[in-house]
Nanobody
Framework: QVQLVESGGGLVQAGGSLRLSCAASGSIFSINVMGWYRQAPGKQRELVATFTSGGNTNYADSVKGRFSISRDNAKNTVYLQMNSLKPEDTAAYYC??????????????????WGQGTQVTVSS
């Protein structure tokens, strides 16, 4: 009942920037954590950055100082600003969100949803 849609991926040269967006929709009651993960061919999916409802952020060591995560709570959207991109950043980027869905009239339950992914390719 909660869907995530990513956008903003593309092809960029090394040193360039991209801004990814992820919008959550559905019968959302509250969102606890929104974050970004990535997976390159032949590699495991790894955490890139997370943003909690309390405003805490967490970044993978490989992207610290280059990437920045932010949230627009009114739009249930999370962003990932990626600067100084490197070829090793090339991967499919996936949005993740967890929290509770439902309304005040309906029973609420926890959700943990993933988007379909958006491709980021960095050329040297």
């Amino acid at each position: 009942q909660v869907q995530l849609v990513e956008s903003g991926g593309g092809l960029v040269q090394a040193g360039g920037s991209l801004r990814l967006s992820c919008a959550a929709s559905g019968s959302i009651f509250s969102i606890n954590v929104m974050g970004w993960y990535r997976q390159a061919p032949g590699k495991q999916r790894e955490l890139v950055a997370t943003f909690t409802s309390g405003g805490n952020t967490n970044y993978a060591d490989s992207v610290k100082g280059r990437f920045s995560i932010s949230r627009d709570n009114a739009k249930n959207t999370v962003y990932l600003q990626m600067n100084s991109l490197k070829p090793e950043d090339t991967a499919a980027y996936y949005c993740n969100a967890n929290g509770y869905y439902g309304t005040y009239k309906s029973p609420r339950a926890a959700f943990d949803s993933w988007g379909q992914g958006t491709q980021v390719t960095v050329s040297s």
